[in-house]
């Protein structure tokens, strides 16, 4: 089983709807959760953290942690062209956290 | 503040030449990580540090080196290159606490033929 799980995609959806991106983890003492995107040719950006159960809304952004079932999601609502790009999950593995692994990534296609 | 640099930007090795990978970052950040990113692909973890004299393998160290002597650099060895480590190298830092995010550097795209 990978650490990091993710749906590769491709994620396509209209201008103006909910994107729903998905990641499970393996290491069920894991603290600490993050989204970055990343658009082609350039490095990760971070968009969102999570370190609690239930939900963290940033902007047009939520965050889902859900750790008994070892499950993160980002949602991203009226999505956008400039939303298309791929979305890296990443999770602090361990109780120390010292060991940060990254998800396969999901490309999200956004049509205008 | 220039963050996290990474040189050289690009690089083109012949099969069995060495090289490293340079990373500095001037944050102050105790811990340090190199992943390499095929196409397509997501990043997958080759070494790590928690401070200086202090590193660990990630998911994939065949074939890598590292070391590091200073809190800022941490440079990462390519010994006998091989097809197979074609990819980008990107560096990264982040603060002690388990709940920091890590801030990349802008990769490095290494190419051997």
């Known amino acids: 089983q990978k650490e990091v799980e993710q749906n590769s995609g491709p994620l396509s959806v209209p201008e103006g709807a909910i994107a729903s991106l998905n990641c499970t983890y393996s290491?069920?003492?894991?603290?600490?959760f993050f989204w970055y995107r990343q658009y082609s040719g350039k490095s990760p950006e971070l968009i969102m953290s999570i370190y609690s159960n239930g939900d963290k809304e940033d902007g047009r952004f939520t965050a889902q942690l859900n750790k008994a079932s070892q499950y993160v999601s980002l949602l991203i609502r009226d999505s956008q062209p400039s939303d298309s790009a791929t979305y890296l999950c990443a999770v602090n593995m361990g109780a120390g956290g010292f060991k940060t692994i990254f998800g396969a990534g999901t490309r999200l296609f956004v049509k205008a | 503040n220039a963050g996290v640099t990474q040189t050289p930007k690009f690089r083109i090795l012949k099969i069995g030449q060495s090289m490293t990978l340079q990373c500095t970052q001037d944050m102050n950040h105790n811990y340090m990580y190199w992943y390499r990113q095929d196409p397509g692909m997501g990043l997958k973890l080759i070494y790590y540090s928690v401070g200086a004299g202090i590193t660990d393998k990630g998911e994939v160290p065949n074939g890598y080196n590292v070391s590091r002597s200073t809190t800022e650099d941490f440079p990462l060895r390519l010994e006998l290159a091989a097809p197979s480590q074609t990819s980008v190298y990107f560096c990264?830092?982040?603060?002690?606490?388990?709940?920091?995010?890590?801030?990349f550097g802008p990769g490095t795209r290494l190419t051997v033929t």
């Open positions: 290491d069920r003492v894991s603290q600490s």
């Open positions: 990264a830092s982040r603060g002690g606490s388990r709940a920091y995010e890590q801030y």
